[in-house]
């Protein structure tokens, strides 16, 4: 079975448990995500299924979007709610002092890892040595905000909500911490939905309840989506029959005798009947369009 399901991931489980469910269910031996989603989280959680799982990398991943709770005054180690508390701070801030901080976050900025993250520090987890109780420094990296509203707020109790529109690699956790650090009052996480990732909208997802009742039915293939379908921001060329053998077999395509594309970048395959045949690149200074992957269906 090849193709994706969008899954609605629930709260609780980690997005390696809800792959393995999903390839249960799918009966599907070879299966895997787009981009993890901490246990506390929900939302949109592309699962690659069969020859799908080869493109994993080609989806598009330029921009995320959140949805968020958070409470002032609060701040843990994981820098959510799940983790154990560190301090508590008396909370001065109005609702409109929330949303003057919220604009100084719009647009770039430097962000640093949590220790509590899957980030690679020299071979090693930060998470694997957060629960060791070791610290270390981490590099700051860029991180693109384009847009954050204040969508809720019981100002009372001090919770919020917010909406987060942002590039790949930026964590909401660390951005919620640091308003909390510019508020001088510290800020936890407390809910997180993501609504959208890889083209994906989260009215899109389905449910693990709803996939096990389409299991069931052996309804599961007329809900996956098409590889090709989620790479429409790569520009598409059809090929000649002779060229879709060659380029299936692994063999590059001479850019003088495919016609339109020239500029370096990936371009969907297709052979004149229309059938997905995988993706292609042309690097700077080729004249050939390599072969990036070739389209499996099985």
Known sequence: MTGIICLNKPQGITSFLAVAKVRRLAGEKKAGHTGTLDPMATGVLPIMLGGA????ELLPTSKKAYSAKFKLGITTDTLDITGEVKDTRQVLSTKQDVQAVLLKFKGDIMQTPPMYSA?????????????????????????????????????????????????????????????????????????????????????????????????????????????????????????????????????????????????????RVYSPENQFLGVGEIKEGSSQLLVKRVFINK
């Not at 909401?172 to 407390?190: F, H, K, N, P, W």
């Not at 299991?215 to 379908?229: F, M």
């Open 119 to 267: 980030v690679l520090k020299d071979g090693v987890r930060l998470y694997e040595l957060a629960r060791k109780g070791i610290e270390i420094e981490r590099e700051q990296r860029p991180v693109t905000i384009h847009s954050l509203e204040l969508t809720n707020a019981i100002e009372k109790n001090h919770e919020y909500e917010i909406a987060v529109e942002c590039s790949a690699g930026t964590y909401i956790r660390t951005l919620i911490s640091d308003v909390g650090e510019e508020l001088g009052c510290g800020a936890v996480m407390t809910e997180l939905c993501r609504t959208s990732a890889n083209g994906f909208l989260l009215d899109e997802c389905i449910t693990l309840e709803q996939l096990e009742l389409l299991s069931k039915n052996s309804e599961v293939e007329t809900i996956l989506k098409t590889v090709d379908g989620t790479l429409l921001e790569y520009p598409k060329v059809v090929v000649t029959t002779a060229q879709s053998k060659r380029f299936s077999n692994g063999g590059e395509l001479a850019l003088d005798r495919i016609g339109s594309p020239k500029s370096i970048g990936f371009y």
């Open 53 to 56: 799982t080869r493109f994993i």
